[in-house]
């Protein structure tokens, strides 16, 4: 289905040779720096004779902080109170929460014995393994004697 491997030797090819052309050095001149008008157009014309243009830009004046405010202690008093009053809401919600399911909890245990408890009551109630009781007794005396008389 594919043709079998021909190897061939690696090709040859003059790739050209590129290497970076040297820049002049640059002259230690200070360039010329036009005085323009704040959002103008303003061109530099840089040591090696090439002139950049672009738009001049405005120094931004850093206006001093004021203080900030004090806070009276009132304020963080009341803050503080706050915070306080709703993580003991939130401690309340979950305790409520724990003694709802521990409330359930004991009824379940409650329910589980009585259960088994009235199931045991029921065993011995209801069985007849070891159980000698008057009408069984009575029973048998009576089919004795039946027995007995007519036997």
Known sequence: MYPDHVPHP??????????????????????????????????????????????????????????????SRTAVNVALGGIGFLAVCGGLLLLTSFIAALTAFITQLITLAAVIFGGWIAVQVLSTSGHKGGTTVNIRKAVLKRNHFHG
């Open 10 to 71: 690696p090709a040859v090819r003059a790739l050209p040779l590129h290497s970076p052309t040297p820049l002049p050095p640059a002259t230690t001149q200070p360039a010329p720096i036009v005085p323009v008008q704040p959002g103008t157009v303003a061109s530099v014309v840089l040591p090696d004779g090439r002139i950049v243009t672009g738009y001049a830009m405005d120094h931004t004046q850093h206006v001093p902080a004021t203080t900030a405010p004090t806070v």
